[in-house]
C-alpha cells in the first residue's frame, strides 16, 4: 500500500465502499460466500485460489509453500484494493482470515483507504468441513485438493476472530453458511 493516510470513505451513490472479509475451515463455504457477497453492485471479487493457481502453477506443495506464494501475493494486490475502495468499489476478497497475521493485513487495508469491513465467520466444526472437503476433492472442481491429514495441520494454525480484535463480525453457523 503507497498511502497510508487513512480517507474517508467514497461515495457511490447511495452506499459506501465495504471490504468483505471471510473467516473459516477450509471447505467451510468461504468461497460459496464470497460469490454471494460479490453479487452486490459495484463489488468486486477477488479470490486468492484462483490468483495463486494462476501465478504459481504447481509450486504450492505444502504449508510453507502457501504462506510465500500467498505473501508475493498479497504484496501485489494492496495497493490495487485500495484503488478499488478510492474508486468506490467495494471488494470481496475471498482470501482467508484465519490467523491474526492474515487479519492484520486485511485491517491495513481497509484503514489505509478508511472503509467499511465485515469479517464473515463461518464457523463449522472440523467433521462438516472434512465431509464437504472430501466431496469437492472427489468433484475435482477446486484448484487445490487438501487431504484429511493437509485439513489438520492447517486447522492447528485457524484462530477464530474475537470481539477484541474490533471487526465487524458475521457469525454465520451451519444452518446460515
Known sequence: MHDKEPRNPVKNGSSCPTLHLVCGKIASGKSTLAKRLA?????????????LSCLFPGEIKVLGDYIR????????????????????????????????????????????????????????????????????????????????TEFDAITQHFLPPSAEEGFEIDRLTPDQA
Open 39 to 51: 453479487a452486490q453492485p459495484n463489488t468486486v471479487l477477488l479470490t486468492e485460489d484462483e490468483l
Open 69 to 148: 506464494c500467498s505473501d508475493r501475493l498479497k504484496n501485489a494486490l494492496g495497493g490495487h484494493v485500495v484503488a478499488l475502495f478510492r474508486s468506490g468499489i467495494s471488494v470481496v476478497l475471498d482470501f482467508p482470515a484465519n490467523t491474526l497475521c492474515q487479519r492484520s493485513w486485511l485491517r491495513g487495508l481497509f484503514e489505509t483507504a478508511g472503509v467499511a469491513h465485515k469479517l464473515h465467520h463461518l464457523d463449522l466444526s472440523d467433521e462438516t468441513c472434512k465431509e464437504r472437503l472430501r466431496a469437492r476433492n472427489a468433484a475435482g472442481l477446486h484448484q487445490f485438493a487438501t487431504t484429511d
